[in-house]
């Protein structure tokens, strides 16, 4: 009987060993297939962990969607007076933000609607701060309930306006662009002071004109880029009509369209397919996006609002790395999240502005809240319409989180840096960089033994080995990163100079 026990546990180890030993062999493919690969040139760019673009493996980690957080003054901006149910009275519905380097200025164009939306307006508001918004009486269109601070007016409906002050503008005249919901698609306009606007007749973005538009300078594609709404019926994945199309352009006068950009599939649930606009911004090596999903009420719940999750609009997060193939970040999670108490103003329903800003160590985003419900205006219910703040850590939109510890190996890297730089929070533990040579193995004086421990909480963490932290003899080497997490969060890494 003891022999047959010695047998059983021979053979366990045995298998043990075995199963070690496979293990061992896939991770030496691997490395084997890693380092067959041609070095990606990093130079001093900061990457994320948005995707797996850097990363070679993991172990005993996973990525996190982080939301930003609410500032507690919202709604930083709300118009007077109150309006009232069926009243001409405006409230803020859609906008942009911009922060004018040369004028030291936030600068915001919001659109006010009446509350049947059937005459709406673009507004002006400034800032120094981006908290305390000052509404200019500019006497640019006469309202009559005042509102000093209405500088455009195509004297119908919706307007859904973005905004932008050009940084290679040509003609001074031309200086601010805008596009805007017209009757007959989306126009344009221009104007040499962000106030006084002359639309271009017969000149459309695009022939559907529904939603918040959004349009940049893209300094990568060296174009004009402009997203707009898209209502097009899909077979294949029933309910997702409302989609998001991509226009460019060399002058902002002739555009040319690929086609949608994002649509829902048949991984999104049937009640959260429609996608109302996508609001986006260039960031680092990639770019990211804002997509205001509309959770649509059920056949039996009717339209009594009584849901806590339906007839309303959130905010999920998208990216892309070419700015014309875009993907779902964070699994489809919530990035800005509707209020959970009845009556905040950003209860029921979220669009983010364009486009969020970077304000020293945090990613800040405007974005239009309402505290009624997406149909309540055919039920003349209060809508409502102000704006919020949020913020993010900077470069914080997607971190690795250890499952207690755990490692993440980067591909093979050439960079041009003299140091290494790590957004981390290590608050309650540690974050230690190995760096590997050509062979896979650690390098000589980089190795874990070496590795000074990064702990608190920095956007800019400097790595250190044995307390030096000069890799300069390490550019134009190829190399890849091994970092050993533990109880942390990991948002990013660039070789600085």
Request: aromatic share 12%; proline share 6%; glycine share 8%.
């Amino acid at each position: 009987m003891r022999s047959l026990t010695k047998d059983i546990s021979t053979l366990r180890w045995c298998r043990r060993c075995a199963l070690r030993l496979v293990l061992l062999l896939i991770a030496c493919v691997t490395c084997e297939a890693t380092w067959a690969e041609a070095p990606i040139d990093i130079g001093t760019r900061k990457q994320l962990f948005v995707d797996d673009y850097v990363i070679a493996t993991t172990d005993n980690v996973h990525r996190v969607l982080n939301q930003p957080i609410k500032h507690a003054a919202n709604p930083v901006i709300q118009l007077e007076p109150p309006q009232k149910v069926g009243g001409e009275e405006l409230v803020i519905v859609s906008g942009g933000v911009i922060f004018d380097k040369q004028e030291e200025l936030f600068k915001m164009w919001y659109e006010a609607a009446n509350y049947a939306w059937t005459h709406n307006y673009v507004g002006y508001a400034t800032s120094k701060n981006g908290l305390h918004w000052d509404l200019p009486d500019l006497g640019v269109i006469d309202h009559p309930l005042g509102y000093g601070t209405l500088v455009f007016d195509r004297g119908a409906g919706e307007m859904a306006p973005g905004v932008f002050k050009d940084p290679v503008a040509k003609d001074p005249q031309r200086l601010y662009k805008m596009i805007y919901n017209s009757d007959s698609g989306v126009g344009i306009a221009f104007s040499p002071d962000g106030i006084h606007w002359t639309p271009v007749k017969d000149i459309r973005v695009h022939p559907v004109s529904d939603s918040p538009n959004s349009v940049l300078w893209d300094p990568r594609l060296k174009k004009y880029v402009a997203h707009t709404r898209y209502n097009e019926s899909d077979l294949e994945v029933p309910n997702s009509n409302r989609q998001v199309r991509h226009s460019e352009s060399d002058d902002f006068l002739n555009w040319t369209s690929p086609g949608v950009i994002m649509k829902a599939d048949e991984k999104d649930p049937i009640e959260s397919r429609q996608f109302y606009n996508m609001e986006w911004m260039p960031y680092g090596d990639v770019y990211f996006g804002f997509i205001s999903v509309y959770h649509v009420l059920r056949s039996d719940e009717g339209r009594s609002g009584n849901s806590p999750s339906y007839d309303k609009l959130d905010v999920q997060l998208t990216f892309s790395r070419d700015g014309r193939t875009w993907r779902r970040a964070g699994d489809r999670q919530v990035f800005i999240p509707n209020s959970p108490n009845p009556g905040d103003f950003d209860w029921a329903m979220i669009y983010c502005f364009q486009h969020p800003i970077v304000v020293g160590d945090e990613i800040w985003f405007y974005y239009a809240g309402f505290s009624g419900l997406h149909w309540a205006t055919r039920r003349q219910e209060w809508q409502g319409g102000a704006v919020g703040l949020a913020r993010l850590r900077l470069d914080g939109f997607i971190s690795i989180d250890p499952g207690g510890r755990g490692t993440v190996t980067t591909k093979p890297l050439k960079m041009s840096g003299d140091r290494l730089v790590v957004n981390a929070n290590a608050t309650h533990s540690s974050v230690q960089v190995e760096i590997l040579g050509a062979d896979g193995e650690p390098m000589e004086g980089y190795g874990i033994d070496q590795a000074d421990p990064i702990t608190g909480d920095s956007v800019r963490h400097v790595a250190t080995w044995n307390g030096k932290s000069d890799v300069s003899a390490l550019q134009g080497h190829p190399i890849a990163l091994r970092f050993h997490l533990d109880r942390c969060k990991l948002f990013s890494f660039a070789f600085g100079e």
